[in-house]
């Protein structure tokens, strides 16, 4: 059966990639502190971007969905997944006392922000080129 999300079978790539580039970066953000600190604010980030990964992507298509004023379904689910996920981000490194904690998050959270607006961009693309296409031509 195939499946409702063309991308399915990138997502577990997509979150090996965002647990090694954003782990990696968080160790590299509080290296200075001490490297038993930095591998573990290392191994939070990695931990929480690659779950953050694998379900943003059908968490924007559904917020997307849910609203009905062309303007909220591209704007709402960005903030509402990015707010969220950037607080859960910052008790889980509060809790781990993770030193550099506003250097760790900001980027991902920041680059979060980017591709979840280019995800509710492309499906209202998608939407305003199916209805287009299903209405007659009146020439």
């Known amino acids: 059966m195939p499946s409702k999300d063309a991308s399915a079978d990138q997502r577990l790539p997509a979150a090996a990639l965002a647990f090694v580039l954003w782990g990696g970066w968080a160790v590299l953000a509080n290296q200075s502190v001490g490297i038993a600190q930095a591998v573990l604010a290392g191994a939070l980030q990695g931990t929480a971007s690659a779950v953050i990964t694998l379900i943003m992507a059908a968490l924007a298509t559904r917020l997307y969905h849910r609203f009905h004023h062309p ?15 950037s607080s859960l981000l910052y008790l889980i490194h509060s809790l781990g006392q993770t030193p550099n904690l506003w250097l760790t998050i900001i980027p991902p959270s920041s680059l979060a922000l980017a591709f979840c607006l280019y995800l509710t961009l492309r499906l209202a693309k998608q939407t ?6 299903s209405e007659p031509n009146h020439e």
């Open 71 to 85: 303007l909220i379904k591209v704007l709402a689910p960005p903030c509402l997944i990015v707010s969220v996920t």
């Open 128 to 133: 305003r080129d199916s209805v287009a296409h």
